[in-house]
């Protein structure tokens, strides 16, 4: 009698139990159901968007995941070794900052040396953010003192609206025309730093490459590898455009004969050596050293050659994969816009692929960057005495032919340098390759300095001469 309750009992509890798993796993089914549609619909059109479309804001709309990853671009966290730091400033009518950086001339008057007579060495800051890049340009000393063209405005800006505007659709023609233009009229065309169309293609949200410096660029590049005609926005792959977007602007350049035209100097490779003998082939110079009178080179922000020297180009990984790696949304796969140094985001950046502890990680980083800095201070102390060497035998009297080769040396010791020194991983990007150039530099400061040691017995058998009422040579 008494086995009947206990029955129904178990019955009841079976069926609580049934409905309750049913209930889970219907959750469960929705969840995933509703994580596919969001996949499915990588983002929901709220407004319109067309090829003159250059506010990030607009795009926002359509896009408020990316948009929020932007807007934290104004961050200035620092790492051990990199990041801007920020400093207070009072703002005027010339410069509206209230926040700015670390001069870099003023930690390191070294570079002064190194950039005598050129406009670096009035003003040179930390980097910041992609949200600051065009305001800093427009107020650094750089600009506001000395006279520059609009070709300057390439890499500072969203230039792709206004580039096809000034070119009647045609953005090569626009580019020329930006170019030759001072910097203060065409810096007057553009509203905001770099935006979304500058990357992105506004029908299908692909990636695309917008800066005709880029597409001259790694044609030529591309030529001298045995492929001609080459086009990234055709030719290449998904993986690969995400480095090569970046490589619109942090690359080495200069600006080519009277029309300023924006060039990279790549036809004949990528590493310094090739682009220093482009320079040499085309005899061009930034500046003549104010104290040696060398004809001097000034490296940029050679990101992008220098990477492909390392083993994360070798590997495949794109400048994308730590610099704006992908995250989860929901049930979305997003690149993070948060433009930003690895070491500020290692779990996402750097552990999909090194799976050791974060520390560990940031440990490994920072010990090749405090090497590489012992390498990049003892060239540039070397240079630093070849500059007062070639100076000193110049205000003794030394002649041109004289200081040739130690000049000659100066320029490529100056460069080799600048190159490892202006890109912004700190010896990151491709250890093995700095270290070796900065050896290279160290080698031409030695040869440079022997170069002089020549003149010296010249000299004085000179002055022998003279004394003796032979005639001098």
């Known amino acids: 009698m008494s086995s009947q309750p206990n029955s129904n009992k178990r019955l009841l509890i079976a069926v609580a139990v049934t409905a309750v798993l049913a209930i889970g796993v219907t959750a469960l089914l929705v969840n995933i159901f509703e994580h596919k549609q969001e996949a499915r619909n990588a983002f929901f059109r709220v407004v319109d968007l067309d090829d003159n479309t250059d506010d990030p804001a607009t795009w926002g709309k359509n896009f408020p995941l990316q948009y929020d990853g932007y807007k934290k671009t104004v961050d200035m966290e620092r790492t051990r070794h990199g990041g801007s730091g920020a400093l207070p400033h009072k703002p005027d009518a010339k410069d509206p900052r209230t926040v700015t950086s670390q001069s870099k001339i003023e930690l390191d008057p070294r570079l002064v040396t190194m950039w005598s007579g050129y406009a670096f060495a009035t003003d040179f800051r930390e980097e910041r953010g992609h949200a600051y890049m065009l305001i800093d340009q427009r107020t650094t000393r750089r600009v506001t003192e000395f006279k520059q063209p ?10 792709y609206v206004f580039m096809k505007q000034a070119g009647g659709g045609d953005i090569f023609k626009g580019f020329e025309k930006m170019n030759q233009m001072t910097y203060t009229e065409a810096t007057s065309n553009v509203k905001h730093p ?6 992105h293609d506004p029908k299908t949200m692909s990636l695309r490459i917008s800066r005709p410096a880029f597409l001259e660029g790694i044609k030529a590049l591309k030529a001298s590898q045995g492929v ?10 998904a993986q690969e455009m995400r480095s090569y977007v970046c490589g619109q602007c942090h690359v080495e350049y200069y600006f080519k004969g009277d029309e300023k035209r924006l060039t990279f100097p790549w036809s004949k490779g990528l590493q310094v050596e090739n682009i220093y003998d482009y320079y040499t082939e085309v005899d061009h110079k930034d500046w003549v050293h104010k104290e ?4 001097a080179l000034k490296a940029q922000h050679p990101e992008f050659e220098t990477y492909n020297q390392g083993v994360h180009a070798r590997s495949g990984v794109a400048c994308a994969d730590c610099h704006m790696p992908y995250k989860r949304e929901g049930g979305m796969k997003i690149s993070d816009h948060h433009v930003r140094s690895p070491m500020l ?9 090194h799976r ?11 010990q090749i960057q405090s090497r590489f800095l012992q390498a990049r201070d003892s060239a540039m102390d070397a240079l630093v005495d070849l500059i007062a060497d070639i100076k000193q035998a110049k205000d003794s009297g030394a002649t041109d032919a004289d200081l040739k080769a130690a000049r000659e040396a100066q320029r490529k010791a100056g460069f080799f ?4 020194e202006a890109e ?39 002055t022998a001469r003279r004394k003796s009422g032979a005639p001098a040579d």
């Open 292 to 295: 040696t009178g060398a004809p």
């Open 356 to 366: 050791f502890p974060e520390q560990e990680m940031k440990d490994r980083v920072e």
């Open 417 to 420: 340098i600048d190159f490892v």
């Open 228 to 237: 001609q005609n080459y086009d990234p926005n055709t030719m290449a792959s």
């Open 424 to 462: 912004n991983s700190v010896g990151f990007h491709a250890p093995g390759e700095e270290l070796r150039v900065l050896t290279q530099a160290i080698d031409a400061i030695r040869k440079g300095q022997n170069s002089l040691r020549a003149i010296q017995p010249k000299k004085a058998a000179s």
């Open 150 to 159: 609009g070709t300057c405005l390439n890499c500072h800006a969203s230039t």
């Open 194 to 199: 770099v935006s979304c169309i500058d990357c």
């Open 345 to 353: 985001n290692i779990n996402r950046a750097c552990q999909g692929c």
